[in-house]
């Protein structure tokens, strides 16, 4: 069994030169997941350059089910309660739009990347969701969409419905196939930008030991670097899910539980992907716990177990726009950011290019909303600073090395030290003994056995050396 995802034997098959020189670009795009690169394709004929601070597609790209649907849980009749019919719609017509384009991409370049038509489905175990899902159906098809009723065979449930045109694919091929059609002298990986700067009109964005000089930022990154002033923490929360892959041969086939705790399966190839056990990252602590729970359901030795992280935006719209003069970010998926970061590569350059899109309402990032879960997030954000001083894993040892809080890991005969502080925010650290990372409890920053930070919102590694 691997600790990792199905998607990490997919390789990226090109390496990108690390910033060593000051550079200046008219637009600089922050982050190489699907959605930065899917930005970048759209800006490819710009002056545009993008970094990434590890390698491209090593985030939470390679952690994602790869479903392209706009056939969405329960996220418009969220949408509904928050606003009405008539955003819930417009934002279902983004997601089969942002369905058209990719597979645009993908014929028109011929990018071979498991791209394939499957029957999705919404189901609950549960009789208090019946009445919502049928609720869901009669605006589906309102919004002249086919919908079946109760024909799934997979899995045991009281209620279904399904709808036949969405696909799925394998986002690393997909990224990989893309890059082809990209100048390589474009992009630079292990890049981090630790700094960025507004003077006379120009963003000055820092590494280590270089800097860029751009007109325009676009933050492409999973969780935005930034606390203040926007109170981003305020705006969302964190979920995370637990997920496995396993040998079994199955229809062509896409599902998902209508409500939390999700349950959601595709098949890829001669193997299933099933994830579940979702909560609110803050909210437990216990991976292993949850790990478990994930291989008793299953009854199935898997090949690959893995996390992910999802961001949950108060109304259930991403952010994507601008957060600022010459600033643009894109995030906040709402767990479907396959959909989302093909459509925000659209935005985003109609966006730079002030072309109309009429989307960008939909989407921005400073709109007003009609309800908020402002008092919940901030609770549940403090809840997770608590868990770190007080959830300790027997596996490490605790100590302070040069007045600095420690964490020690032995495994074999190899020592790891690391700080036991997030740099981003100063909460204490989790030991995923499952993944072998530690993983921050508040913003979701994650770092490598090393203290190297594999994903944000931390721009900083948290390794430490003891004297000897």
Request: proline share 2%; net charge positive.
């Amino acid at each position: 069994m691997k600790n990792k995802s199905i998607w990490s034997d997919t390789k990226i098959n090109k390496n990108y030169k690390e910033l060593s020189s000051d550079i200046k670009t008219d637009i600089l795009i922050i982050g190489g997941g699907i959605t930065g690169i899917n930005i970048l394709y759209n800006l490819k004929d710009e002056d545009v350059i993008l970094v990434e601070r590890n390698k491209i597609g090593s985030g939470v790209t390679l952690n994602t089910t790869g479903k392209l649907t706009y056939f969405q849980d329960n996220i418009y009749n969220n949408i509904i309660k928050n606003y009405d019919e008539k955003t819930a719609s417009l934002y279902l017509k983004s997601q089969i739009e942002a369905i058209e384009i990719i597979k645009e991409i993908i014929n028109n370049n011929n990018i071979e990347c498991d791209f394939t038509k499957t029957k999705s489905y919404v189901f609950t175990d549960k009789k208090e969701d019946i009445e919502n899902i049928k609720l869901l159906k009669q605006f589906l098809e309102k919004n002249n969409i086919k919908v079946y009723e109760n024909d799934m065979k997979v899995l045991k449930y009281l209620y279904s419905i399904s709808v036949d045109d969405t696909y799925h694919f394998n986002p690393i091929k997909y990224i990989d196939r893309l890059l082809n059609l990209i100048d390589k002298n474009k992009i630079y990986e292990n890049t981090n930008i630790i700094d960025i700067k507004y003077k006379d009109d120009k963003y000055i964005c820092s590494t280590k030991t270089n800097k860029i000089i751009a007109n325009k930022i676009v933050l492409a990154t999973h969780y935005p670097y930034f606390i203040y002033p926007y109170f981003f923490p305020l705006k969302c929360f964190l979920e995370k899910s637990y997920l496995v892959s396993f040998k079994e041969k199955i229809d062509n086939i896409s599902l998902i539980s209508y409500n939390k705790p999700t349950t959601s399966m595709r098949n890829y190839k001669d193997n299933v992907i099933y994830l579940s056990e979702t909560h609110g990252l803050c909210n437990e602590v216990d991976d292993k716990t949850h790990f478990n729970n994930l291989l008793n359901k299953i009854d199935k030795k898997p090949d690959y177990i893995w996390s992910n992280i999802d961001i949950i935006t108060n109304d259930y719209i991403p952010y994507i726009g601008y957060m600022k003069k010459d600033f643009l970010i894109s995030t906040g998926y709402n767990t479907w950011g396959m959909t989302n970061s093909v459509l925000s590569g659209k935005i985003i350059s109609d966006l730079i290019h002030n072309k109309k899109n009429e989307y960008v309402k939909l989407f921005d990032p400073k709109r007003s909303k009609k309800k908020l879960r402002i008092l919940s997030d901030t609770f549940s954000t403090l809840k997770g600073y608590y868990e770190g001083f007080t959830n300790k894993n027997s596996k490490i040892k605790y100590t302070k090395i040069n007045g600095i809080d420690a964490m020690i890991y032995k495994e074999d005969d190899k020592e790891y030290i690391v700080k036991r502080k997030c740099p981003h925010a100063k909460c204490n650290l989790l030991f995923n003994e499952e993944e072998l990372t530690f993983d921050c409890p508040c913003h979701a920053s994650r770092f490598d056995l090393e203290g190297n930070a594999i994903k944000g919102p931390s721009k900083y590694n948290i390794k430490i050396k003891k004297d000897k």
